[in-house]
């Protein structure tokens, strides 16, 4: 254990923290090896309530455990067999018909070098994955875009930006599900909505979801 509380884990994994009585966040490389490691804990029926996949950990929530030297270790078995770097497995796909009107279309396609056509050509032929959830209800960091398209967030954030607001921020797109501040630059908007309560599935894009921005 190192000094900050973590177990040293082998593979891709590069630690195990205790967060509470009941949860444990493993620490790895990226979103990527994330939720290819939460749905390899999923497939492994790894005992936790929730497997929670983030930017660069997976939280196991409702882990019962009395010593957690020993949950950590355990985790360190469970993902014994995981290989770093191999895909997650297909996702669903949603499709979201988007308006291509955004206040910053113009600047993104200056800066990926072409026209507002190409960009929205640009963006709709990539095919998208979750890598997680966070910011808002709802709210998923889409995974795609190559760092050759990344763009940096906005210098001042905007107040408000609109609800169904189709964004970028760095090399991740994100759809805003409803009306917050924000500094992500906006290509359009889509009436999809994105965390309904009531759905038995409340986020519409929950992790290892593929979706594809379609012209509306």
Known sequence: MDAAGRGTVSGGLAGVVEVGPAALLVEVADATAALDLAAHLRAVRVPAVEVVP?????LLDG?????????????????????PGTAPPDGEVVE???????????DVAARWGTDRDGA???????????????????????????????VPRLATPRTAVPPGSVGLAGAWCGVYPTRSPGGWRL?????????????????????????????A
């Open 63 to 83: 882990v019962a455990r009395d010593d957690a030297a020993a949950a950590r270790a355990a985790v360190a078995a469970w993902a014994a067999a995981w290989v």
């Open 187 to 215: 290509l359009g908007r889509t009436d999809a909505l994105l965390w309904d309560p009531s759905r038995d599935r409340p986020a519409l894009l929950a992790p290892g979801t593929r979706v594809r921005f379609v012209p």
């Open 120 to 150: 929205v050509e640009r963006h709709t032929a990539t095919v998208f994955v979750s890598a997680f959830c966070g910011f808002a209800p709802g709210f998923a960091y889409l995974a795609g875009l190559g760092d050759d398209l990344a």
């Open 96 to 106: 979201l018909p988007t308006v291509y009107d955004g206040p910053d279309l113009d």
């Open 54 to 58: 983030g930017a660069c950990t997976v």
